[in-house]
Nanobody
Framework: QVQLEESGGGLVQAGGSMRLSCRAS????????MGWFRQAPGLGRNFVAA????????YYADSVKGRFTISRDNAKTTVYLQMNSLKPEDTAIYYC???????????????????WGQGTQVTVSS
């Protein structure tokens, strides 16, 4: 059974930075791509960023490109989301997820992920 544990959320002012972490267990972490998604109040869950199994291929939603950076440390079985220049519209619950199938490229398609963390709240005040 795969378990994902997110941490690092909280309250930050607009323009500030925050780093989210997601530690995985229960699977050979280095074989699987990871993704971050978010869900704002009253809205559906949307893709934020993804990284492939090696960390070399990344993919971002247009809304966060240039501000957010996804990375991974396979030795620590952890994926990170560094968020800079935060805006109030970044306020959401952020979820990490692990892909169903090993290897392959970073992907935005939510259906390609089959295990999800419990989510961590990020609130950006104006």
């Amino acid at each position: 059974q795969v378990q994902l544990e997110e941490s690092g959320g909280g309250l930050v002012q607009a323009g500030g930075s925050m780093r989210l972490s997601c530690r995985a267990s229960g699977r050979t972490f280095s074989y699987y791509g990871m993704g971050w998604f978010r869900q704002a109040p009253g809205l559906g869950r949307n893709f934020v960023a993804a990284v492939d199994f090696s960390g070399h291929d990344t993919y971002y939603a247009d809304s966060v490109k240039g501000r957010f950076t996804i990375s991974r440390d396979n030795a620590k079985t952890t994926v990170y989301l560094q968020m800079n220049s935060l805006k109030p519209e970044d306020t959401a619950i952020y979820y990490c997820a692990v892909k169903t199938n090993p290897f392959g490229l970073a992907q935005a398609d939510e259906s390609k992920y089959n295990y999800w963390g419990q989510g961590t709240q990020v609130t950006v005040s104006s």
